[in-house]
């Protein structure tokens, strides 16, 4: 094959566009079918308000950028950045569907406006499933873009926290541009800017990206010391600082700050309040191996564990066999033609190879280990630490990159057996997202059973009261104790017409049916269920014959 | 790296995706179908057994919805293994057993299997004790007459004492659900349950625990427990929430006797990050049944 590299080019962005729009087209239209979860319901109520104050600001800048009319917009859920409900709200008032409500008219749009708020995650996650493409592309052709896309977007909980109004695939999504950026501003100025814009927006999208910028750093200045240390190359002073820390330390912030209008009236003041919320934050329930935590320190082994039990062993094996071989490569061999070190400058600040695979472990392992610190907070899921996956699969191509040259098999056999290959490491997760495209987050891998191997370990198996959509028709005409699906999110099923007709929302004393979502510390709840309705439940929702959700209380209302 | 190892590490790595693809096949469905928890449930409420369990407990909301039997209180939420002769455990994939029954055994020797049934995915084991036991009194089917150091407690459904509340209902305890009184005592609250002629057996078995898990999380204080037989006193121990579902065991000598349970509260509270509080009800869950050795 003998193609210019014009051709190859055009072919790599038409692949990436061609993937981004699957992902989006698909993440958009299997998650019709995904139920609210708890978090979203806030961020729905939130982005209205926030896309309320973006239409003022267009109608009447004046009264819009007033302190008090801004803070009064942007207080609801003024813990998490503005800018995914900014564009989801947004979003919702261009492309869905709403009822009329003493704020507003009723809209008519070509979605509902639920799925409209989440298409700009799902864009993001579209869109890193492509940039993964590009980047697996350059590093070891279509297969290696393949590899990469699929070793990300098909692992089952990036697959379901993709389609969610959400933030942590757009902060995996946005965490991924900065560091492939950052990688670009070694040698570009362009680039060097574009760090400090793109960090911006990743600070503004979740607070996982305010480690970025000192990660980078640990890398970039790493890279220098040993250079010095190892081969004997002093770097020029005029890199010691160069454009893209600056950028990122001052860009960074102002980017985040303009894109985040709650914290404009008392800058230090909100964004300190910001940080103790996260750092001082309430600790959730996690069952882990049967046994609740919910004072940490959760054991240290817990995020380690859930990634072997939610990433499937191909990928993650993979990545660890990449993550070795390349950095081993990477520390052990000098540069082959030592570039001039006194060429780099403080707009260009790197001649010398940049250690990718070393950038990314640090950014694969980096949130997985903060998670099992014992002083970290129980946050919960493996949500917290979706930023690491897109750098496992980069690690996953790392691999794939240096196992064929290296193999040296003929060009005969690697064109049957590279697709057969490819197909053997994401074919599982594909299995498990087709499994259950809308369930993902009580998915499991099949190294421990899928979820009934997972429920026999005593993994958790679900959070935020999402998995309901089965079991709403049985609510007709029912008051319902709905135990953890969020009034605000019951409202946003309402809102699209999506709510059973007669069906009302109240307390367990008054109900005469009632939601159960498993987890082990709602046992509590189960027997207030029990104690009401009776041990049996009239319909339980399973995934894979594990129980998800029951639905307690009489036949007929 | 040679050719050598990077052909063994794409071999190692293909194997992997081969089984884990295979794994994920058989992962990734049903394997209990909907024929198999029907004739699950045929067989079960045709069985004669004293009790029965799950080897796995996320099998129980679909076994409590499919067999009746699953479902009665002294199945779902039973309080051990102890006061029965035969069991009956539902299990997934040939289970017969989990460490979960080896807890409730507490020093009982485990049944001997007669029987064990097959339905696709599920399989029903049927046990007996040897020797075996029988329950011959139990305050969660006949329950005690409750008073406080400020009276008696009147019972309405719910016993109302004038420092005290009490329901005899499920509760949590350990994160399991329990039959048991539920009592809510004020601070410094005593409270006795006592029966009247109760049969006394070979022992009288119960359990203390505290509920709920919300309760526990905003108080941690004890209770004492004194057991009377006849007023004579015949145990006296403290429980704590970090002892779980205890146990207690009285040994008797047969016959009938007035059998009285004390329960003393202290001050309520928890130290938490910002030091004690003072704040929160602590929910005392007590059972308490009479079991007699079959010779």
């Known amino acids: ?557 | 790296m040679s050719p050598q190892f990077a052909r063994w590490a794409l071999m190692g790595l293909a194997t992997v995706g081969v089984v884990e693809g295979g794994l994920a096949l058989r992962s990734y469905r049903t394997a209990i179908a909907d024929q198999d928890w029907s004739e699950a449930s045929q067989a079960i409420e045709a069985a004669e057994f004293d009790t029965a369990r799950l080897a796995h407990r996320w099998l129980g909301p679909r076994a409590r919805l499919e067999a009746g039997a699953m479902a009665r209180p002294s199945v779902a939420a039973a309080a051990d293994l102890h006061g029965i002769t035969t069991l009956g455990v539902l299990g997934y994939d040939g289970a017969r057993w989990s460490d979960a029954l080896e807890v409730e055994l507490d020093g009982r020797r485990r049944p001997n299997l007669v029987a064990e049934q097959h339905f696709g995915g599920l399989t029903w084991s049927e046990y007996t004790f040897v020797p075996g036991q029988r329950t011959l009194a139990d305050w969660t089917e006949t329950p005690p007459t409750l008073s406080s150091d400020e009276g008696i407690c009147k019972r309405r459904g719910t016993w109302k004492c004038k420092n005290a509340i009490a329901r005899l209902e499920f509760a949590e305890v350990d994160y399991q659900p329990r039959r048991c009184i539920n009592i809510t005592p004020d601070d410094g609250a005593s409270i006795t349950l006592r029966q009247e002629d109760m049969p006394l057996g070979s022992r009288l078995r119960g359990h203390i625990g505290f509920s709920d898990f919300n309760a526990r999380l905003r108080s941690d204080a004890p209770v004492r427990v004194r057991a009377r037989i006849e007023g004579q006193r015949v145990a006296d121990f403290v429980v704590s929430d970090t002892q779980g579902w205890r146990a207690f065991e009285i040994e008797t000598a047969g016959g009938q006797g007035a059998v009285e349970l004390e329960l003393l509260s202290p001050v309520r509270g928890t130290w938490g990050r910002t030091g004690y509080q003072a704040r929160g009800n602590r929910t005392v869950c007590v059972e308490l049944r009479t079991v007699e050795d079959e010779l």
């Open chain 1, 1 to 557: 094959m003998n193609k210019t590299p014009s051709r190859k080019a055009l072919f790599v962005w038409l692949g990436a566009c061609v993937l981004f729009a699957v992902v989006a087209t698909s993440l958009s239209a299997a998650h019709r079918n995904t139920g609210y979860v708890r978090d979203e319901g806030i961020y729905f109520d939130a982005s209205r308000t926030y896309a309320r104050w973006v239409e003022l600001a267009k109608r009447d800048p004046a009264k819009a950028f007033t302190a008090k009319v801004r803070d009064r917009h942007f207080a609801p859920n003024h813990e998490h950045p503005a800018l995914m409900k900014i564009v989801g709200g947004v979003a919702a008032r261009s492309l869905g569907s709403s009822p009329a409500t003493k704020h507003e008219p009723a809209r008519s749009g070509v979605m509902p406006e639920g799925a409209a708020m989440r298409l700009p995650a799902q864009l993001l996650a579209a869109m890193a499933t492509a940039v993964l493409f590009v980047a697996g592309f350059r590093r070891s052709g279509v297969m290696g873009g393949l590899l990469a896309a699929g070793a990300f977007i098909l692992l089952p909980r990036v697959w379901f926290s993709a389609g969610l109004h959400a933030f942590d695939v757009p902060v995996a999504a946005m965490i991924l541009a900065v560091v492939l950026a950052y990688r670009r501003s070694l040698q570009s100025a362009a680039w060097g800017v574009a760090v400090g814009v793109l960090l911006g927006i990743a600070i503004a999208v979740k607070h996982n990206a305010l480690f970025v910028g000192p990660l980078l750093a640990v890398h970039y200045y790493g890279n220098l010391l040993y250079d010095r240390a190892r081969l004997g190359i002093a770097a020029p002073r005029s890199t010691w600082c160069p454009l893209p820390m600056v950028s990122m330390a001052t860009l960074g912030p102002l980017v985040a700050l303009a894109l985040w209008p709650w914290l404009w009236t008392d800058p230090v003041a909100r964004f300190t309040e910001y940080m103790e919320f996260h750092s001082q934050h309430s600790w959730y329930n996690m069952e882990f191996l049967g046994v609740n935590f919910n004072q940490p320190p959760m054991p240290w082994t817990y995020p380690w564990v859930l990634l072997f039990a939610t990433v499937p062993m191909a990928i993650w094996a993979g990545g660890l066999i990449g993550a070795i071989w390349g950095a081993r490569a990477e520390l052990t061999h000098a540069p082959q033609a030592t570039p001039a070190p006194e060429t780099a400058t403080f707009l260009r600040p790197r001649t010398l190879p940049s250690r990718d695979t070393l950038l990314w472990i640090l950014f694969a392992t980096f949130p997985i280990a903060l998670i099992s610190l014992p002083i970290t907070p129980i946050f919960g899921g493996t949500k917290h630490w979706i930023t690491a996956y897109p750098f496992v699969a980069l690690l996953l191509v790392e691999a794939w990159a240096r196992i064929w040259p290296a193999a040296q098999l003929s060009a005969r056999r690697r064109q049957w057996m590279q697709p057969l290959a490819l197909v053997l490491l994401l074919g599982p997760a594909a299995l498990s997202v087709r499994n259950n495209p809308n369930l993902g987050l009580s998915q499991f891998s099949p190294a421990v059973g899928g979820p009934r191997g997972a429920a026999t370990l005593g993994l958790g198996r679900g959070f935020w009261g999402h998995a309901v959509l089965p079991l709403l028709p049985a609510l007709e005409q029912r008051k319902v104790f709905m135990h953890d699906v969020h009034e605000l999110a019951r409202r946003q099923y309402e809102r699209e017409g999506r709510w059973p007709g007669g069906a009302s929302s109240v307390p367990l004393s008054q109900s005469n049916a009632g939601l159960l979502f498993h987890e082990l510390h709602m046992t509590t709840d189960e027997v207030r269920l029990w104690n009401r309705f009776g041990p049996a439940p009239s319909q339980v929702l399973e995934l894979d014959d594990v129980p998800l959700t029951s639905l307690y209380g009489a036949a007929e209302p």
